[in-house]
C-alpha cells in the first residue's frame, strides 16, 4: 500500500480487517436525513420518471419480440414474494433473529436476461435506439414504438455498433438487447464471465470478446474501441447515469408491489433492502430510487465478497475510486462472477455517500450454503452472487456495529414491524448442469 493513499484514509482500522480478507460490517458515518442528502445530488425524481416513461414508450415493442413479458405488458418486472421458510431456516442455521417478515425482489426471474441487469442494460440499449430514431425523424414519442421491432428499423440500426465490457450479466443484457433491435453488437468479457453466458450471447448474435484479464482490463479496451469508431455506442458500467435511472425505475415498481399487497411502509414500519454490489451501478441505482420514494424510512445496504469488496473499500477510506481492492492485498476473486470488481465506479460512490446505510462482507463459502437454503427452503434458485443479499438479514441484529445502528436510529422497538428485502440480482438462465454443480461447491 502506498504510504501516501493510506494517510489521508478514514476507517484504518476497519480497512486492516478488510485487507486481512477478513468478514466486516461497515456503517456509514456520513449517513444523512434523505432530503439533505438527496438535495446534494443531480439527479432527481424526475429523472427516475422520464426512464420510467420511455420504459412505457417501449413497452408494445418489448411485448412483441419478447413475448414472455406479456403478463407484465411488455414492462420487465420481477415478484415480489415472502420466504417465511427460509427466515426460519436462516434463523436456526445462523443462530439469529431476523423481527419482522423477510420478502425476496426476485430479479433473478426478471425476462430476457435473467438479472438485474435486464433494468439497467436493457434501458440504457432503448434510450440509445430511441435517441437515433429520433434524431434521424424516424419516430416521434408519441407514436407506437412496436415499429421498433420493424425490418425498416433493424436495416437502420445495423448501421451502428454498441459495445460493453462485463463480468456476463450486463453483457447478457445489453448483447441480447442490442441484437434484437438490430445493431452489431460487442461485448467484452473478463475472465470472471462463465462459458455457457458467453455461449449463449454468442447464439443471440453477439460478438463475444474474451480476456485473460479482469474486469476493469474488458472496460478499458471495450472503452478504447469504441471510441475510436464513431459509429460506436459505449456502454459505461462504470459512470452511466442511464444505466443508473434505469435501476432506479425498480423503486417504483416496488413501491407499487408493497402497496398491492398491503404492506405498510412508514415510520413506523421501517424497510431494509439489502443489494449485492459490483462496481455499483445497479445496487446504487436502486438505492437511489428507493431513498427517493421511502426517504429515512429506508435502510440501505451493500453486500460484497471478503475479497472483492471495492465499493467499501471506496466508501470506508473516503478515496472512492482512487483505490481497488488490490490496494489493500485482497484477490479481486470470487465466486461470485457478478461481483467480481476490484474498483468501483466513483460516480456511484459518490452518490452513495450520504445515502447508503452501510455495507456488510462475507466469504465465498457462506454464499453457496445461502444457495442451498433458499433451493431446499423455498424452491427458488438463485445464483451465487445473489445470493450474497442473504448475508445482510442475518448480520443486522447480530452484529455488533450493525446492532448500534439500529439502536442509533431509534429503531429498536420498530424491528418487530421491519419489512426485510433481500434483492436477489440473477439466477433464472442458469443451466441445469451449472445449477447442480454449484449445489455440489463448497459441501461441508
Ligand atoms: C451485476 C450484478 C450485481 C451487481 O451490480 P453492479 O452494478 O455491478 O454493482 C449483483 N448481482 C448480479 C447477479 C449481477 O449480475
Given at each position: 500500500?502506498n504510504?501516501e493513499l493510506w494517510?489521508?484514509?478514514?476507517?484504518k482500522d476497519?480497512?486492516?480487517?478488510?485487507?486481512?480478507?477478513?468478514?466486516v460490517?461497515?456503517?456509514?458515518?456520513d449517513?444523512?436525513?434523505?432530503q439533505?442528502?438527496l438535495?446534494?445530488?443531480?439527479?432527481?425524481?424526475?429523472d427516475i420518471d422520464?426512464?420510467?416513461?420511455?420504459?412505457?414508450?417501449?413497452?408494445?415493442?418489448i411485448?412483441?419480440i419478447?413475448?414472455e413479458?406479456?403478463?407484465e405488458?411488455?414492462l420487465?418486472e420481477?415478484?415480489?414474494?415472502?420466504?417465511?421458510?427460509m427466515?426460519?431456516?436462516l434463523?436456526?442455521?445462523?443462530?439469529?433473529?431476523?423481527p419482522?417478515?423477510?420478502f425476496?425482489?426476485q430479479d433473478?426471474?426478471?425476462a430476457i436476461?435473467?438479472?438485474?441487469?435486464?433494468?439497467g442494460?436493457i434501458?440504457?440499449?432503448?434510450?440509445?435506439?430511441?435517441?437515433l430514431?429520433?434524431a434521424?425523424?424516424?419516430?416521434?414519442?408519441?407514436d407506437?414504438?412496436?415499429?421498433?421491432a420493424?425490418?425498416?428499423?433493424?436495416?437502420?440500426?445495423?448501421q451502428?455498433k454498441?459495445?460493453v465490457?462485463?463480468?456476463?450479466?450486463l453483457?447478457m443484457?445489453i448483447?441480447?438487447?442490442s441484437?434484437?433491435?438490430?445493431f452489431?453488437v460487442?461485448?467484452?468479457?473478463?475472465?470472471d464471465?462463465?462459458?455457457?453466458k458467453?455461449?449463449?450471447?454468442r447464439?443471440?448474435?453477439?460478438d463475444?470478446?474474451?480476456?485473460?484479464?479482469?474486469?476493469?482490463k474488458?472496460?478499458?479496451?471495450?472503452?478504447?474501441n469504441?471510441?475510436a469508431d464513431?459509429t460506436?455506442?459505449?456502454?459505461?458500467?462504470?459512470?452511466?447515469?442511464?444505466?443508473f435511472l434505469?435501476?432506479?425505475?425498480?423503486?417504483?415498481?416496488?413501491?407499487?408491489?408493497?402497496?398491492?399487497q398491503?404492506?405498510v411502509?412508514?415510520a413506523e414500519?421501517?424497510?431494509?433492502?439489502?443489494?449485492?454490489c459490483?462496481?455499483?451501478?445497479a445496487p446504487?441505482?436502486v438505492a437511489?430510487?428507493?431513498?427517493?420514494?421511502?426517504g429515512?424510512?429506508v435502510?440501505?445496504?451493500f453486500?460484497e465478497?471478503?475479497?472483492?469488496p471495492?465499493?467499501l473499500?471506496?466508501?470506508?477510506s473516503?478515496?472512492?475510486?482512487?483505490?481497488?481492492?488490490?490496494?489493500?492485498?485482497l484477490?479481486?476473486?470470487?465466486?461470485?462472477?457478478?461481483?467480481?470488481v476490484?474498483?468501483?465506479s466513483?460516480?456511484?460512490g459518490g452518490?452513495?455517500?450520504h445515502?447508503l446505510?452501510g455495507?456488510?462482507?462475507l466469504?465465498d463459502y457462506?454464499?453457496y450454503?445461502?444457495?442451498?437454503?433458499?433451493?431446499?427452503s423455498e424452491?427458488i434458485f438463485?445464483?451465487?452472487s445473489?445470493?450474497a443479499?442473504?448475508?445482510?438479514?442475518?448480520?443486522?441484529?447480530?452484529?455488533?456495529?450493525?446492532?448500534a445502528?439500529?439502536?442509533?436510529?431509534?429503531?429498536l422497538?420498530?424491528?418487530?414491524?421491519?419489512?426485510?428485502?433481500?434483492w436477489?440480482t440473477?439466477?433464472?438462465l442458469?443451466?441445469?448442469e451449472?445449477?447442480?454443480?454449484?449445489?455440489h461447491t463448497?459441501?461441508?
Amino acid at each position: 500500500m502506498n504510504q501516501e493513499l493510506w494517510n489521508q484514509m478514514h476507517c484504518k482500522d476497519l480497512l486492516k480487517e478488510v485487507s486481512n480478507g477478513k468478514e466486516v460490517v461497515w456503517i456509514n458515518a456520513d449517513l444523512e436525513n434523505a432530503q439533505n442528502a438527496l438535495s446534494k445530488i443531480e439527479l432527481t425524481m424526475k429523472d427516475i420518471d422520464d426512464a420510467e416513461e420511455r420504459l412505457a414508450r417501449f413497452a408494445p415493442f418489448i411485448l412483441k419480440i419478447f413475448p414472455e413479458t406479456k403478463n407484465e405488458n411488455g414492462l420487465i418486472e420481477s415478484p415480489l414474494a415472502e420466504i417465511e421458510k427460509m427466515k426460519q431456516q436462516l434463523e436456526a442455521e445462523y443462530a439469529t433473529t431476523i423481527p419482522g417478515r423477510l420478502f425476496l425482489k426476485q430479479d433473478s426471474h426478471l425476462a430476457i436476461s435473467g438479472s438485474i441487469k435486464a433494468r439497467g442494460g436493457i434501458y440504457e440499449v432503448l434510450k440509445h435506439a430511441e435517441d437515433l430514431a429520433l434524431a434521424h425523424g424516424m419516430v416521434k414519442e408519441t407514436d407506437d414504438y412496436s415499429v421498433f421491432a420493424s425490418e425498416e428499423f433493424k436495416n437502420f440500426f445495423s448501421q451502428f455498433k454498441i459495445q460493453v465490457g462485463s463480468t456476463g450479466n450486463l453483457g447478457m443484457s445489453i448483447g441480447i438487447m442490442s441484437a434484437a433491435l438490430g445493431f452489431h453488437v460487442i461485448v467484452h468479457m473478463s475472465a470472471d464471465a462463465k462459458q455457457w453466458k458467453k455461449d449463449l450471447l454468442r447464439k443471440r448474435g453477439a460478438d463475444v470478446i474474451e480476456y485473460n484479464d479482469d474486469y476493469s482490463k474488458a472496460v478499458e479496451v471495450g472503452r478504447k474501441n469504441s471510441d475510436a469508431d464513431p459509429t460506436s455506442y459505449f456502454v459505461d458500467d462504470e459512470n452511466s447515469s442511464t444505466l443508473f435511472l434505469g435501476y432506479a425505475v425498480a423503486a417504483k415498481r416496488i413501491k407499487k408491489q408493497f402497496e398491492e399487497q398491503g404492506i405498510v411502509i412508514d415510520a413506523e414500519h421501517p424497510l431494509f433492502v439489502y443489494i449485492p454490489c459490483g462496481v455499483g451501478g445497479a445496487p446504487g441505482g436502486v438505492a437511489f430510487g428507493l431513498k427517493q420514494l421511502f426517504g429515512d424510512n429506508v435502510h440501505v445496504f451493500f453486500v460484497e465478497p471478503t475479497q472483492a469488496p471495492c465499493m467499501l473499500v471506496g466508501m470506508a477510506s473516503g478515496l472512492q475510486n482512487k483505490v481497488c481492492v488490490q490496494d489493500f492485498g485482497l484477490s479481486g476473486q470470487t465466486h461470485a462472477d457478478g461481483l467480481a470488481v476490484g474498483r468501483a465506479s466513483g460516480f456511484v460512490g459518490g452518490v452513495m455517500t450520504h445515502l447508503l446505510s452501510g455495507i456488510f462482507t462475507l466469504e465465498d463459502y457462506h454464499i453457496y450454503d445461502l444457495m442451498r437454503d433458499i433451493v431446499n427452503s423455498e424452491g427458488i434458485f438463485l445464483e451465487p452472487s445473489a445470493c450474497a443479499s442473504f448475508w445482510g438479514p442475518i448480520q443486522l441484529m447480530k452484529e455488533q456495529s450493525a446492532r448500534a445502528y439500529i439502536e442509533k436510529m431509534g429503531l429498536l422497538h420498530k424491528m418487530p414491524n421491519a419489512i426485510h428485502v433481500p434483492w436477489a440480482t440473477g439466477g433464472s438462465l442458469v443451466p441445469q448442469e451449472i445449477r447442480e454443480e454449484y449445489m455440489h461447491t463448497y459441501l461441508k
